[in-house]
């Protein structure tokens, strides 16, 4: 009896030794999936600027022809080649399948119709911080350094028609400082993993960034001279 308990007592030592460990191997490998499919995602991008005159698409504005569908919408048969990426009816069903659109680690998954948010941001026109529309990859000033995808918060904040804007595939981008993490309509998390998140830049690298070290200058493209509606998709 008592060589029992012994045994039983070393297992659960071992098991309490042994899980912090596998819980921290865990969650480095779903940060590594999560970065993964931001790789996939900037490569998709890349070849859909090579159909389409060198131009990416950005935030989805429903009055300009040239901003609809939403970014991951357009990007979608690049990244799946499964399913009908032209029928509107069945994009948002789509976007919530597509295992390379999420971050495994989001506590939606599965829910929402892809688990990054694009850089809309049009520095030019603050205060009022207009979202901008698609962009020519080549225009971007110091592409390393600029971000291009970021991972969506838990939960978008409550705009004025309390609703909640995460479940809908066309609020996929942040264009305003109150989008910033921790801030009035959060649409950006930089803690998702342990304390960091993710960004894919605009020369396709991904880099993770510490909470806090998300500055608003970081989605600063440069651009002064912007698309028109002449520019369609």
């Given at each position: 009896m008592v060589e029992?308990?012994?045994?039983?007592?070393?297992?659960?030592?071992l098991l309490a030794l042994l899980l912090p460990g596998l819980a921290r191997a865990r969650a480095s490998a779903r940060q590594l999936a999560c970065a993964s499919n931001l790789r996939q995602i900037g490569l998709a991008a890349i070849y859909y600027?090579?159909?389409?005159?060198?131009?990416?698409?950005?935030?989805?504005?429903?009055?300009?022809?040239?901003?609809?569908?939403?970014?991951?919408?357009?990007?979608?048969?690049?990244?799946?080649?499964q399913g009908d990426w032209r029928d509107p009816a069945s994009?948002?069903?789509?976007?919530?399948?597509?295992?390379?659109?999420?971050?495994?680690t989001h506590p939606l998954?599965?829910?929402?119709?892809?688990?990054?948010v694009v850089n809309a941001f049009k520095f030019e026109s603050e205060p009022q911080w207009d979202p901008d529309g698609p962009l020519r990859l080549v225009k971007v000033r110091d592409a390393p350094n600029v971000v291009w995808l970021a991972e969506a918060a838990d939960l978008f904040a409550l705009e004025r028609q309390g609703v909640n804007y995460i479940f809908f595939p066309?609020?996929?981008?942040?264009?305003?400082?109150e989008h910033l993490p921790r801030r009035r309509i959060e649409r950006i998390s930089d803690d998702r993993h342990d304390g960091r998140a993710n960004l894919l830049f605009f020369d396709s690298s991904v880099r993770?960034?510490?909470?806090?070290?998300l500055e608003l200058s970081m989605f600063d493209d440069g651009v002064t001279s912007r698309a028109t509606e002449d520019v369609l998709y």
């Amino acid at each position: 009896m008592v060589e029992l308990l012994v045994v039983i007592a070393v297992i659960g030592l071992l098991l309490a030794l042994l899980l912090p460990g596998l819980a921290r191997a865990r969650a480095s490998a779903r940060q590594l999936a999560c970065a993964s499919n931001l790789r996939q995602i900037g490569l998709a991008a890349i070849y859909y600027s090579a159909d389409n005159s060198g131009f990416v698409p950005r935030d989805h504005t429903p009055r300009r022809a040239d901003r609809r569908p939403p970014w991951m919408a357009l990007l979608g048969p690049y990244v799946e080649s499964q399913g009908d990426w032209r029928d509107p009816a069945s994009v948002a069903q789509l976007l919530r399948e597509s295992p390379v659109l999420q971050c495994p680690t989001h506590p939606l998954l599965g829910e929402i119709p892809g688990g990054f948010v694009v850089n809309a941001f049009k520095f030019e026109s603050e205060p009022q911080w207009d979202p901008d529309g698609p962009l020519r990859l080549v225009k971007v000033r110091d592409a390393p350094n600029v971000v291009w995808l970021a991972e969506a918060a838990d939960l978008f904040a409550l705009e004025r028609q309390g609703v909640n804007y995460i479940f809908f595939p066309e609020y996929r981008d942040a264009y305003k400082p109150e989008h910033l993490p921790r801030r009035r309509i959060e649409r950006i998390s930089d803690d998702r993993h342990d304390g960091r998140a993710n960004l894919l830049f605009f020369d396709s690298s991904v880099r993770p960034v510490i909470r806090g070290g998300l500055e608003l200058s970081m989605f600063d493209d440069g651009v002064t001279s912007r698309a028109t509606e002449d520019v369609l998709y």
